[in-house]
């Protein structure tokens, strides 16, 4: 009997530690899925926001942008429903191919995200190609979460606004009572202005003359009047401009801001603008008679300011080297002959007591010069005026 009860004493320790190890195990084990016993159920992971996936910017790799534009993909209820762009401009020396991105933790949580193509990868924007970038789950490369499309384009070359006055002149169908059509007979390019001249007839009216004008610009607008006092006002197609002296014309061609502007001086005269009242005279010298001064008037037949130009030659010398018989001595107010006026010429003929009796002959040519406007001296014509000097006895 007392056997017995050792046997259950012993048999109840058994069990009960049985029983101690069996309740821990149970604790330890893993509780099942109800919905699926054969796996273990796992703690639930986290929803991804996508509003974190953003791009914040989008550098390139050795390249500086001048502008980057980021529209955002479109997300409504955390699920993105339109791409969104990257606008990108660079400099206009830069290459179009062989672009890679840049993507740091900066612009993009990389714990979180991982973006597709990487940064190791060149891609090209030649010819207005854009690349497609991919914002993925970190953790799960396949589960694409926000998408980019990324175009990049050189940088407007800005070319400045050409100001040039391509064509002035005087048509005959504008201007009736001309002989002809009257251009630009030479173009003068100075740092401050540029100067055109035109020659019309002797006669001509100078107050009303109608330009056909060409240029590349915005604008024409043309300064009328004497210079310190001309008024500014717009060209059109048939406008008529007065260049009568003391007037002058200035263009001035202006660019779409009004801020640079090219100015040209317009100068219209005669080609012939001196004119010597009395173009040929014979002298008679005898009884002893050495010297004879001859007086002839000459005057401003054009439109600006007249001054000395060259130092007055002689020609058609009959006999040949006599010059020194005859000598001119001219007379003009020192601040030029104006349009209009007369100044005179004294012509000297002077032989020596022993000089062989005969007839001689000279031209003197007189070279005027439009004050200021030395640059176009070769282009007036000369006024010239024969003598003839009879030395008898």
Same mark, same amino acid.
């Given at each position: 009997?007392?056997?017995?009860?050792? =046997? $259950?004493?012993?048999?109840?320790?058994?069990?009960?530690?049985? #029983?101690?190890?069996?309740?821990?195990?149970?604790?330890?084990?893993?509780?099942?899925?109800?919905?699926?016993?054969?796996?273990?159920?796992?703690?639930?992971?986290?929803?991804?926001? =996508?509003?974190?996936?953003? #791009?914040?910017?989008?550098?390139?790799? /050795?390249?500086?942008?001048?502008?980057?534009?980021?529209?955002?993909?479109?997300?409504?209820?955390?699920?993105?429903?339109?791409?969104?762009?990257?606008?990108?401009?660079?400099?206009?020396?830069?290459?179009?191919?062989?672009?890679?991105?840049?993507?740091?933790?900066?612009?993009?949580?990389?714990?979180?995200?991982?973006?597709?193509?990487?940064?190791?990868?060149?891609?090209?924007?030649?010819?207005?190609?854009?690349?497609?970038?991919?914002?993925?789950?970190?953790?799960?490369?396949?589960?694409?979460?926000? !998408?980019?499309?990324?175009?990049?384009?050189?940088?407007?070359?800005?070319?400045?606004?050409? $100001?040039?006055?391509?064509?002035?002149?005087?048509?005959?169908?504008?201007?009736?009572?001309?002989?002809?059509?009257?251009?630009?007979?030479?173009?003068?390019?100075? =740092?401050?202005?540029?100067?055109?001249?035109?020659?019309?007839?002797?006669?001509?009216?100078?107050?009303?003359?109608?330009?056909?004008?060409?240029?590349?610009?915005?604008?024409? !607008?043309?300064?009328?009047?004497?210079?310190?006092?001309?008024?500014?006002?717009?060209?059109?197609?048939?406008?008529?401009?007065?260049?009568?002296?003391?007037?002058?014309?200035? $263009?001035?061609?202006?660019?779409?801001?009004?801020?640079?502007?090219?100015?040209?001086?317009?100068?219209?005269?005669?080609?012939?603008?001196?004119?010597?009242?009395?173009?040929?005279?014979?002298?008679?010298?005898?009884?002893?008679?050495?010297?004879?001064?001859?007086?002839?008037?000459?005057?401003?037949?054009?439109? !600006?300011? $007249?001054?000395?130009?060259?130092?007055?030659?002689?020609?058609?010398?009959?006999?040949?080297?006599?010059? *020194?018989?005859?000598?001119? *001595?001219?007379?003009?107010?020192? /601040?030029?002959?104006?349009?209009?006026?007369?100044?005179?010429?004294?012509?000297?003929?002077?032989?020596?007591?022993?000089?062989?009796?005969?007839?001689?002959?000279?031209?003197?040519?007189?070279?005027?010069?439009?004050?200021?406007?030395?640059?176009?001296?070769?282009?007036?014509?000369?006024?010239?005026?024969?003598?003839?000097?009879?030395?008898?006895?």
């Amino acid at each position: 009997m007392i056997n017995i009860f050792k =046997l $259950l004493n012993i048999g109840s320790a058994v069990l009960s530690i049985f #029983l101690m190890i069996g309740c821990d195990s149970i604790d330890d084990a893993p509780i099942l899925d109800p919905t699926n016993p054969d796996t273990p159920d796992t703690p639930p992971v986290a929803e991804v926001v =996508l509003e974190e996936a953003k #791009l914040s910017a989008f550098p390139l790799f /050795g390249i500086t942008a001048i502008k980057t534009e980021i529209i955002d993909p479109e997300i409504v209820e955390n699920k993105e429903t339109k791409f969104g762009e990257i606008n990108i401009t660079v400099a206009a020396e830069t290459s179009l191919d062989a672009i890679s991105a840049m993507i740091t933790s900066k612009e993009l949580n990389l714990s979180k995200f991982s973006i597709t193509p990487g940064n190791d990868i060149k891609l090209s924007y030649v010819d207005g190609k854009t690349n497609l970038y991919t914002i993925n789950n970190a953790t799960d490369d396949k589960e694409e979460l926000l !998408h980019y499309t990324v175009s990049i384009t050189k940088e407007a070359v800005i070319v400045p606004e050409t $100001l040039e006055l391509t064509s002035f002149k005087f048509e005959k169908s504008k201007n009736p009572n001309l002989p002809n059509d009257i251009e630009i007979a030479r173009t003068v390019e100075n =740092l401050a202005n540029d100067k055109i001249y035109l020659f019309v007839p002797v006669g001509t009216d100078f107050t009303n003359l109608v330009p056909t004008i060409t240029y590349t610009g915005t604008t024409l !607008h043309y300064h009328e009047g004497p210079l310190r006092s001309s008024v500014e006002k717009i060209y059109t197609e048939n406008t008529s401009m007065n260049f009568k002296y003391p007037n002058s014309i200035l $263009l001035e061609i202006k660019n779409k801001n009004n801020d640079k502007s090219k100015t040209i001086n317009v100068i219209v005269d005669v080609i012939n603008p001196l004119k010597i009242e009395e173009t040929f005279f014979d002298v008679y010298l005898s009884d002893g008679v050495l010297r004879a001064d001859h007086v002839i008037q000459w005057t401003n037949q054009g439109n !600006h300011l $007249l001054e000395y130009g060259k130092e007055y030659t002689q020609e058609n010398q009959d006999p040949v080297g006599i010059h *020194y018989l005859f000598d001119f *001595y001219t007379t003009m107010p020192s /601040g030029g002959l104006a349009p209009g006026d007369s100044d005179h010429i004294v012509a000297a003929i002077d032989f020596p007591l022993d000089h062989p009796q005969g007839v001689y002959k000279t031209t003197a040519v007189f070279y005027p010069r439009i004050k200021d406007n030395a640059e176009i001296d070769d282009l007036l014509e000369p006024a010239r005026m024969d003598v003839i000097a009879h030395f008898v006895w």
